[in-house]
């Protein structure tokens, strides 16, 4: 150990290197600035430093020291020489005990100046409370002051430790001296949650003292890696008890697993504890190390099946603080993807924001692999077997990892069927038992309440003790004031439109056809009494009905949700459990039984027709034409818009419904959901022919965005024909020079592209070009794409000179326009690169497509396919260059990833299979394996005539690459019959 000493004249000097027989001395506790700010050692030796701005503390800690009668001090900026790593790895594995040896430990709070009011305000804020190494310089040392920046006293950590304790956790008896090591592993580890350093392995280097614990650093390592060392180096030392309070060996920081659950914690939950038990038995990752288990909570709706697994969540994370925590709703695929990306976003993947992105592809494949450590995916309302084992097929999405746990709640039997879970991990969840339906009964209520226990237990039964009717019963009656006798009167009452209403079927005809729902009955009086005292809750209600459930924005109901009127509305509506608010304020939940009891009131009430009207006409307010700008608003409105839709036949004003759907399916086709765009697009665009006629502006856009999506799909012969019929109308209509006729001639040219037709494209794109440079100006993005689209042809038609130069001057313009690293500006390097190899500029194309892979990388990711198919493209040069060893690497891995990514039938992975093999076949029989060249181009032969055509441009070259190799092998006859 180092120690700091002024000298007479003033100066600061080290001792030698202490080991034994230290002297007393002071310590400091203390927040880094800048790391040029900072007095480090090399400073000392040298006897520079002083004009930096870490030099006030270090001379407070001397000045304070010699007042307290020490003549030694110790500084971590500058006592430890952090340019020797072993000298590095022995402080940091001893600080904890020079803490606890030290005489004094002085807190400089550079952020807490003097003041009148004891500081408190600025002190209970200050950085230092919240960084890593504060837990051990505050547990370590038996004395510890506090200090402001300008060195007045503020306390010590006896006389604060009440304060420490509400801002720390940490509890007091600790802070006064009480042993450390008497806690749990698991409750150390809470102390050292959320707090910040530096560098991201500090925050397990941090923690080795306070678990007696020595480990090599290895910085660079990462934060998972450096924690995963430090549990398991707890747990040899901890033997048996530590596997108890740890649960198992973790794989990811234990301090901070992820944890993606989108609900606080119920205060109120009560019962359940035998179930409970049994879920903490079964459904940890530890339960089975060799398997990913599935455990399911099957019940009825409203026997509480959210509310367990939510309660689970959060005594899982109690019991195993290294298992991450992540809760995904299975009510739409809108839902389920947004939570996913949640879910992205908590693993801190690069690609999470990725609109490109397979979303659920990425997440799947992230927790299926060993370092993301133990996990407990939580998949919620998964009801819908259409949704889980259809078309949607969402339960393909569900990761498999020997770490992981998945728990589902479902209403329905058959999913557990499907998911073939073991009878031992099924729990089937019924009502309460008595004692805790009246104790959840009773949470809320007054005595004189539930006075009557007959009436009040006659509730209970009436109720069938379910969870669900409870809660609301009993938020009824804490608003009302009533009893539980009087409540039960209104359930019994007589009359028909009572008891009729809501014990009819509803249209989730398929999960409810079994039996009529006994819960519902309790709604209806609700509804009733909300609307009476708050009629802005009727349209409320309305709007609820058609909605998604969960996440539903403030800012779709009428006025934004705003005002008195709105606020005494929603908390009616929430007093009475009807809907939940989100922390935030500004999202809301509502059950699905609810929903659906509010749309079949709606009916019997004669208002459906108005509720649609009123829904459908909000949301072609405020739902957007999307663009990448307002992503994230358009993206979690998109469920809710699906939702209203899905009643658009009691919807007449149609033409409305058209812009809808229009929108609606542009934002499909962004997020690459192609067919659910065609289907819309089609639909809009039958409507605005049959409103509007075929030469309205509205209808030709239809046209042309179908056509679009038609063409991405790669369904060329009705994109050609409704692009040719767009361009001829919009052309009439419009006239030749308006906008929309050059964007739907432009986009005629990309179909001819895709055809195959470059000449023809060509044409098109020069003459659209000169009209928008004209008409548009040439640095307007539709010109620049127009240029774009020419230089590809020019390309293509082997122009390579002239397509060179539109390329360098429209990546000029686009960098100006956006930045080096927009898209944009990253595809037309990209395509830049492709002229550079076709003039045998190979070096150059090499360098300026590896400046694009590592670009691409970096904004959408590695295995985004437009990242893919430059590396491909690299492998072409490689090739070219006779680097066949690497080029063959790249050409079999871009193959193998598009195939993973986009799946084989996808026209994006179709081009790329096909550049793929066409490349890899040259390759191989450049390196004389004619046998497996010939077998790799005879299927890309096949697959292009397939899908492109016989007499396609790519169809032509793969039948010249494959005759080549059949004539190299002495086959020409099978080469003449095979193409």
Known sequence: MRLLKFSQDGT?????????????????????????????????LSRTGKHKKGYEKIE??????????????????????????TELNEAINSMFRWYQNSTKCYVYLADVSDSEDGHDNRFRTSRWLFRGWTLQELLAPASVEFFTCHGQLIGDKASLAQELQEITGIPNSVLRGDLVSKYSISQRLAWAEGRQTKREEDRAYSLFGLFGVYLPLIYGEGRREAFRRLMEEIQKRQGSASRESCGHRPAIAAQEPGWAVPFGRNRNFTGREIELAQLLEISPPSADRDDCQRTIIHGLGGTGKTQVALE?????????????????????????ENAYRAIAKELRLR???????NIRLLVKDALSREISGPWLLIVDNA?????????????????????????????????TVRLGVPKGHRLILGSLGDPYALTLLRQDLGEEQTSDSTSTMGLLRFLENLPLAIKQASAYMSKTRITTTKYLQYCQSGDSTFIRLLSTDFEDRGRYKNSKNPVITTWLISFEHVIREHPLAESYLRFFSLLSERTIPRSLLPDGGEGLDAEEAIGALKG?????????????????????????WMRVKGQWHTCVYEVVQRLREVYPLPDHASRDFWTSHLPHVHSALSFRADFDDKLTLSELLFRTAESNQILGQYATAENLHREALETRQRLLGTDHVDTLMSMDRLACVLCTQGKLTEAHELHEAAVAKTQAVLGEDHAQTLETRNNLGITFQRLGQYKQAERMHRENLARMCAILGDKHPSTLWSMQNLAYCLRKSGEYEEAERLQRKTLEAMTELNSIKHPDSIQIMNDLSSTLSNRKRYSEAEGLLRTVIFLLEEVRGPDHPKTVKSRDNLASILNKMGRLTESEEIHRATLASSLATLGAEHVQTLKCMLKCMLKLGMNLHSQGKDEEAEKILHQAFELSTRRLGRNHPDTCMTAEQLCLVLQSRGRVGKSSRST
């Not at 290197?17 to 790391?35: C, E, M, Q």
């Not at 700010?37 to 400073?43: G, Q, S, T």
């Not at 009668?69 to 790593?85: A, M």
């Not at 690609?351 to 992105?357: H, P």
Request: aromatic share 12%; charged share 20%.
């Open 60 to 85: 407070f800690c001397g000045h304070q020291a010699a007042a307290d009668g020490l003549h030694y001090f110790w500084v971590d900026t500058c006592c430890i020489n952090k340019s020797n790593s």
């Open 351 to 357: 690609q999470a924001d990725d609109e490109n992105v």
């Open 312 to 336: 689970l969540a959060y005594r899982l994370r109690a019991t195993h603080p290294d298992c991450s925590v992540f809760w995904v709703p299975a009510l739409d695929v809108a839902g389920f």
């Open 12 to 44: 600061l000097a080290f001792t030698h290197d202490i080991t034994n027989d230290i002297p007393p001395y002071a310590i400091l506790s203390h927040t880094w600035g800048n790391d040029g700010d900072e007095v480090i050692f090399e400073d000392i």
């Open 383 to 415: 009801d819908d077997l259409s949704l889980l084992f259809g078309e949607a097929s969402l339960f393909d999405s569900l990761p498999f990892n020997r770490k992981g746990s998945i728990l589902v709640t479902t209403r329905n039997y058959e999913v």
């Open 576 to 600: 009475y459990a009807i809907i939940n608010e989100h922390m935030d304020s500004a999202f809301f939940d509502i059950h699905r039984l609810v929903r659906l009891a509010i749309r079949n």
